[in-house]
């Protein structure tokens, strides 16, 4: 094996993750010369389903808006099935891959357009009520946070949900997005107060 003797030692990123989302993954329009990777729609024009936006705001501990996070959603369609080898069910649409990724403006939005999801299968054979899983990418953070999107017309569905039970009832309004029309909205907090929950997964 060769060594390269010209190469000084210690070049690497930094040991945190990123700042580099928007230019690897969400270039947006900060840069447009990069292509679109992903730019927050989940779901093509026909896929079955009620049509929702999901969006919010990620702030960091001292209160002040995320402009260089990226968020990325997984979730069931209409029917409550994955586009995953591990739900074998038959789904109405192959198209729909439940899958999307969105950056954080500058003041901190981000957002998805997306399609409902259905109830889907839980522990012990019990129901999940509909919701969205969300990871959050930022900056400063070794690794992603995990946490999820239940929607607040579901209230029967959430108040039988057995992950949501698992939350001191006096936080699961950080993991419940309120509805105006077909926007449910969701901010995230990462620290401080009315931090949003986050799984261990």
């Known amino acids: 094996m060769s060594t390269d003797s010209t190469r ?38 026909g ?20 402009p260089d996070a990226m968020l ?5 369609d209409a029917d409550g099935r994955y586009a995953h080898p591990g739900d074998g069910r038959a789904r109405q649409s192959n198209s729909f891959m439940g899958f999307g990724r969105s950056d954080t403006r500058a003041d901190g939005t981000y957002r998805f357009e997306t399609v409902k999801p259905g ?22 953070m070794l690794k992603q946070l995990f ?10 569905a959430n108040a039988a949900d057995p992950i949501l039970a698992l939350v001191p009832e006096a936080r699961r309004g950080t993991l419940v997005a309120t509805r105006h029309g077909d926007t449910y909205t969701l901010d995230i907090r990462l620290q401080g107060e009315g931090e949003t929950v986050f799984f261990a997964v």
Not at 72 to 76: G, H
């Open 8 to 45: 000084p030692e210690g070049i690497t990123p930094s040991q945190t993750v990123g700042p580099f989302f928007h230019y690897g993954l969400t270039p947006g329009t900060a840069y447009p010369h990069v292509p679109v990777s992903a730019d927050g729609h989940v779901a093509a024009p």
């Open 47 to 66: 896929t079955p389903g009620e049509r929702i936006v999901l969006t919010g705001r990620v702030f960091d501990g001292a209160g002040e808006p995320v």
């Open 72 to 76: 990325e959603i997984w979730q069931a």
């Open 119 to 140: 109830p889907v299968p839980g522990p012990g054979g019990r129901e999940q009520a509909p919701h969205i899983l969300v990871a959050v990418f930022g900056r400063g």
């Open 147 to 156: 946490t999820r999107a239940y929607f607040e017309d579901e209230a029967t």
